[in-house]
């Protein structure tokens, strides 16, 4: 399976008195690089959750939002705490047995007192496994986001190295056309100029001509290096270095073959072949 970097998910469970919610998404990067846009309340959270993300993901710039929503018409229960009632009243008894002429507590004192009112916040733990838990099923929608559109761009690849084959087929059987065309202009030019031409020299300068313009090389390696792509692509996984890498290779062949053409035909396909590299290199920015 090929990913793109470009993802998007969002998700949220209803604890009760609030709604937990989370919203992934992310662009292209070198690196993995996560961005948090989290509520106070979820602070606590975000260690966790960021090596719950890393250990799925390679690369991207990814942002993750969580925040806790309130919900409209549900009510608080609110009851003390009968152990801390119990704790204080038996410190009230012990001070008034020391110092009988000590005030009672009222009862808006002992309501203010730290805790006397029981909160129906959720616990720690279970907050956390309640938001662990989500965000693994929004990890999985995540990825399933990225997959799908990282096929979609392996296809599109896969359609510009097939091109680029075509292209590299056709560069061969122009090269005899072109040194024979060469070889009578140049015959030609020598005669005007040299009365008696050595047959030799016409033949020793064609050979140099043919060294010069030779792409033979060129041609094999763009050949082994679109034989990678296809390779990489078939593999899958983490391979948007590797094809950036590739991506390299190809547009340094397609340059050289540019600079050794001789004919408006090996020149506009190594044009179209640089063309067809850079539209490749723009879709393998989004992979993994």
Not at 116 to 132: H, R, T
Request: glycine share 6%.
């Amino acid at each position: 399976m090929i990913y793109s970097m470009t993802g998007y998910a969002a998700g949220a469970r209803d604890l009760g008195l609030a709604v937990l919610n989370l919203e992934l998404k992310s662009v292209n990067s070198r690196y993995l690089d996560l961005g948090f846009r989290i509520s106070e309340e979820l602070r606590p959270l975000e260690m966790p959750l960021r090596e719950q993300i890393g250990a799925r993901l390679q690369r991207g710039k990814v942002e993750c939002r969580a925040y806790l929503q309130s919900q409209a018409g549900r009510r608080r229960d609110i009851a003390p705490d009968a152990d801390l009632l119990a704790q204080l009243a038996a410190l009230e008894a012990a001070v008034r047995r020391t110092l009988p002429q000590a005030q009672a507590l009222s009862v808006a004192e002992v309501l203010a007192w730290p805790g006397v009112l029981a909160s129906q916040e959720l616990p720690a733990d279970q907050l956390q496994a309640e938001c662990m838990a989500l965000m693994g099923e929004l990890l999985d929608e995540f990825l399933a986001t990225r997959a799908r559109e990282g096929e979609k761009l392996a296809a599109t690849l896969r359609q510009r190295t097939a091109r680029m084959r075509e292209l590299v087929t056709q560069v061969g059987p122009l090269l005899p056309r072109v040194l024979g065309d060469y070889q009578e202009r140049l015959a030609t030019k020598l005669r005007e100029a040299v009365a008696n031409l050595d047959e030799d020299r016409i033949r020793q300068e064609v050979g140099v001509f043919a060294a010069r313009v030779d792409v033979a090389e060129e041609l094999a390696r763009l050949s082994t290096h679109l034989d990678e792509v296809d390779r990489v692509l078939k593999k899958g996984g983490a391979v948007g270095k590797r094809l950036d890498f590739l991506m390299q290779e190809l547009n340094r062949e397609a340059n050289t073959l540019a600079s050794k053409s001789v004919c408006a035909e090996i020149t506009g396909i190594a044009l179209e072949l640089k063309l067809l590299i850079e539209q490749m290199r723009e879709q393998v920015q989004n992979l993994e």
